[in-house]
């Protein structure tokens, strides 16, 4: 088993940032693929960002390329999810996901565990 705790979320206003951090713990994460995955209200949770922990290749949805940055700590077991320029319709819950294949997937449902969410609120 994989435990996966968010932390970082919060209000900002628009243009602003704010950094997300997903610790695991339990099994070593070291050959997932980790995922951040958003959920408006009334909205289907989708893809934010994945990073492949063996080798760090990254990925994004294009909503968000350019103004998120997802990178991993090894010695922490942390996921981060920088978030810059941040607009009102980023306003959504975040989750922190671990698959257990390496391999990149943008569903929801290939990932294994999740963590519990942090809530992330952009003001206009």
């Known amino acids: 088993q994989v435990q996966l705790v968010e932390s970082g979320g919060g209000l900002v206003q628009a243009g602003g940032s704010l950094r997300l951090s997903c610790a695991a713990s339990?099994?070593?994460?070291?050959?997932?693929?980790m995922g951040w995955f958003r959920q408006a209200p009334g909205k289907e949770r989708e893809f934010v960002a994945g990073?492949?922990?063996?080798?760090?290749?990254?990925y994004y949805a294009d909503s968000v390329k350019g103004r998120f940055t997802i990178s991993r700590d090894d010695a922490k077991d942390t996921v981060n999810l920088q978030l810059n320029s941040l607009k009102p319709e980023d306003t959504a819950v975040y989750y922190c996901?671990?698959?257990?294949?390496?391999?990149?997937?943008?569903?929801?449902?290939?990932?294994?565990?999740w963590g519990q969410g942090t809530q992330v609120v952009v003001s206009s």
């Open positions: 996901a671990a698959k257990v294949s390496t391999y990149m997937n943008a569903m929801a449902s290939a990932y294994d565990y």
């Open positions: 990073i492949r922990w063996s080798g760090g290749v990254t």
């Open positions: 339990g099994r070593t994460v070291s050959s997932y693929f």
